[in-house]
């Protein structure tokens, strides 16, 4: 039998209206025509999982692509393919990935087999295109049923760069938003907008219709100077806690293989809102300094970076070991 990824029970996360409107996009189109710089960034969905359950032995994973065009920075394997992960998810194990054979076939499928035993399944779709269509094939007979909802089930939303897009991580599981997900059976909403995340008032009201369980933002890298960062930053924030008077906010700063005067100006200006909303009575907000990420490994940090501003998977490790604490506090304190 084969399902479509719109079919009960399957279940997509990480995609905030396809349940509405059954299309893979992670900004509707409305808010892509006021923002145009995200009318194809605003459509891929970083982040996106389909999961399910079966008791078959072996199922069949189809996925068809709208677009394919190769990444100057990343392989086939990271950007194109889907990653399946077998088992409980904060123990979960990867079972292989579905990959386009080239940059010319937009249709590829791949069977794997397990155990007849119930089990869960993730399927980490493509994060570099807009998908098509998804399909799961399963023989006659077996079981599917719906997958175990996430422990926090009200997703987290991860708001800036390249970064937070998941660039440069050997696969859609490496990313330190993926990994935290991963460890707390915490859903999330990847927005990160590789180039194209500039705080835009546009973007804070839309985020402020979705439903979420905690915001992260961090933009200073798409913030074309200092003074973009001081005039929007704070204002983001602002409109975010207008709208969500007990949202828990985490503020990162960028994460970078060498602080120069910019990087801490920025970092400064990030730490500013932080320390108004404290001043102001604000018991729901928190801020990561970006330059501890590294301090770990001073004398290896360069392989934490593939060109000194993308994290590497290692990179990501580390970024995961920093923020995933506060996001946990974040969370238990809310």
Not at 106 to 114: A, G, L, R
Not at 187 to 198: A, E, H, I, K
Not at 233 to 240: A, G, L, M, Q, T
Request: proline share 7%.
């Amino acid at each position: 039998m084969t399902y479509s990824y719109k079919d009960a029970p399957l279940k997509v996360f990480g995609v905030p209206s396809i349940e509405k409107t059954g299309i893979f996009e992670r900004v509707p189109r409305d808010v892509r025509e006021k923002i145009p710089s995200l009318e194809f960034l605003g459509r891929r969905t970083p982040g996106a999982r389909l999961g399910f359950k079966t008791d078959a032995p072996s199922f069949t994973v189809r996925i068809e692509l709208e677009t394919l065009s190769p990444d100057i920075g990343l392989s086939i394997y990271t950007c194109q393919s889907a990653h399946v992960y077998l088992g409980q998810r904060q123990k979960s194990k990867f079972l292989g990935l579905v990959n386009p054979p080239n940059y010319d076939t937009k249709f590829f499928e791949k069977t794997f087999n397990k155990s007849q035993e119930m089990e869960e399944i993730t399927v980490w779709l493509p994060r570099n295109e807009i998908i098509k269509n998804v399909e799961i094939e399963i023989k006659e007979g077996y079981g599917v049923f719906e997958p175990t909802p996430y422990k926090y089930s009200k997703p987290a939303l991860y708001y800036g760069s390249s970064i937070t897009e998941c660039a440069a991580a050997s696969n859609p599981c490496a990313s330190y938003n993926a990994l935290i997900s991963r460890h707390l059976d915490l859903d999330y909403y990847n927005f990160g907008f590789s180039g194209n995340c500039r705080g835009e008032d546009e973007m804070a009201n839309y985020i402020n219709t979705l439903d979420i369980s905690l915001f992260v933002y961090d933009y200073d890298h798409n913030a074309p100077t200092p003074e973009h960062l001081a005039l929007t930053h704070e204002r983001f924030f602002k409109k975010i806690r207008e709208k969500n008077p007990n949202l828990p906010i985490v503020m990162i700063s960028r994460p970078t293989a060498t602080f120069d005067d910019d990087a801490r100006a920025r970092r400064d200006i990030i730490k500013k809102t932080y320390e108004n909303a404290i001043k102001n009575g604000d018991k729901n907000v928190y801020f990561v300094d970006g330059e501890e990420f590294f301090k770990d490994c001073p004398d290896d940090a360069e392989v934490c970076f593939t060109d000194t501003i993308h994290p590497t998977d290692l990179g990501f490790y580390y970024m995961t070991q920093k923020i995933e604490p506060v996001v946990i506090r974040a969370l238990t304190q809310a």
